[in-house]
């Protein structure tokens, strides 16, 4: 009879202990009424007076919800998918506070969602997603306190427009990278096109200069030439100079300069009258000493 109670004994001792790992906690009751929360570590509750409510995971919570139907300020009906990341603070709260708490989120947040995305226009909910995430947290923050649930941080997953809407979009998109191709592309034809007249200009710069500096090149020999020139003859009448020639020898050397005269382009030259005596003279000259001679 003695071991039959010793056994009773160490059965309620080993049904009566419980071990609460990391992150977990317990909510017991204590014939039916709240009595206790078991946090980590080793624990005694009475069997058959205390029970264990609830088994709650103090981790982070990620909740990924069906896309709901929202309809938009200027009356388009879109499908809008969240995620919710959520976490218990009150293991109590969170047992009595509300039934089935992960539905009610659910809940809550379709609502919360459909309020927001009313006071928005099409173009507002596609470009407001940080803002729209923000509201929500914000409220689902704050309504879900009571139950003992923190939640940190709600993500609006993906915007699903109608279908029209979308090809729309499309359109819109596709006609955007068509403006901003052809406006690359007259951007580079005008640049190549300044280059262009760019290298013609300077082309047509060091051509004109090439024909100055030519022109002035040849304007340079011709002008040394002449100076040659005129330094010869100069020379030359000094020398005959020099030599005291008479003034026959000086008409001669015009009479030579009117032959150089003649040579060139005139059709009629006018020969001076002391030429004309000296060239009598000499031909008379010439004649008599053809005479003597014979």
């Not at 659910?106 to 927001?116: H, K, P, Q, S």
């Not at 993500?155 to 279908?163: A, F, T």
């Not at 290298?199 to 020999?221: C, P, T, Y």
Request: proline letters at 3%.
């Amino acid at each position: 009879m003695g071991w039959i109670i010793i056994i009773i004994l160490l059965v309620l001792v080993v049904l009566g202990v419980k071990i609460i790992p990391q992150s977990r906690a317990k909510v017991v009751e204590r014939l039916g009424s709240y009595h206790a929360t078991l946090q980590t570590g080793v624990h005694y509750i009475i069997p058959f007076i205390d029970r264990v409510a609830s088994d709650v995971t103090l981790k982070e919570i990620v909740k990924d919800f069906a896309p709901q139907p929202v309809i938009t300020k200027d009356n388009v009906t879109m499908q809008i998918d969240t995620v919710v990341y959520f976490q218990i603070t009150d293991p109590k709260l969170y047992t009595y506070g509300v039934e089935n708490p992960v539905n009610a989120i659910e809940n809550l947040t379709a609502t919360t969602l459909r309020n927001i995305i009313g006071e928005l226009e099409l173009d507002q909910t596609l470009t407001s997603r940080d803002i729209i995430n923000s509201k929500m947290r914000s409220i689902l923050d704050e309504a879900t306190d009571p139950w003992g649930i923190k939640v940190n941080r709600v993500e609006v997953k993906n915007i699903i427009p109608p279908r029209d809407i979308q090809e729309a979009m499309e359109k819109q998109m596709r006609a955007e990278r068509e403006r901003r191709e052809k406006i690359l592309q007259a951007e580079g034809e005008k640049k190549a096109a300044i280059l262009i007249a760019e290298g013609e200009k300077e082309s047509a710069i060091l051509r004109a200069d090439a024909k100055r500096e030519s022109h002035i090149r040849e304007a340079d020999g011709e002008a040394q030439a002449i100076l040659k020139v005129s330094e010869a003859k100069a020379e030359s009448l000094k020398l005959l100079k020099d030599a005291k020639a008479d003034e026959a020898v000086l008409k001669l050397k015009s009479y030579d300069a009117m032959v150089e005269v003649a040579n060139g382009q005139s059709t009629k030259i006018i020969v001076p009258s002391e030429l004309q005596n000296l060239v009598t003279a000499s031909t008379v000259i010439a004649e008599s000493l053809e005479k003597t001679k014979k």
